[in-house]
């Protein structure tokens, strides 16, 4: 089966989240620190968006809860920030949620598996 550009778009998005933060995140990280667990922390988060990008794709259905888990982690971490991000991960929760759950997306997911 073809692949949905839902799923497409999600993925490719997914992607460069990742790529983008690794990047950004990496500079940060300091080798000669002890105990950086944060910023670890921050890098697997961020390999875990490219990782469930490259696998949305692939059309592996444990990306799909990957990449939600992802975004509504991010949901959660906004409860602690300010209303206008708390709103935007939420709306993006929802896009993501809607996109990756529609009728073909979940045609392309249960053929791949």
Known sequence: ??????????????????????????TEFDMRAQFQTDRLLILFVRLMAFVGGVYLLRGANWARWLVVAWIGYH??????HSTSELVMHSVIFVGVTALLFLPGASKYFRKSS
């Open 1 to 26: 089966m073809k692949r949905p550009v839902s799923v497409t778009i999600v993925a490719f998005l997914f992607i460069a989240a990742g790529i983008v933060g690794l990047v950004y995140h990496a």
């Open 75 to 80: 949901v959660v971490l906004s409860i602690g």
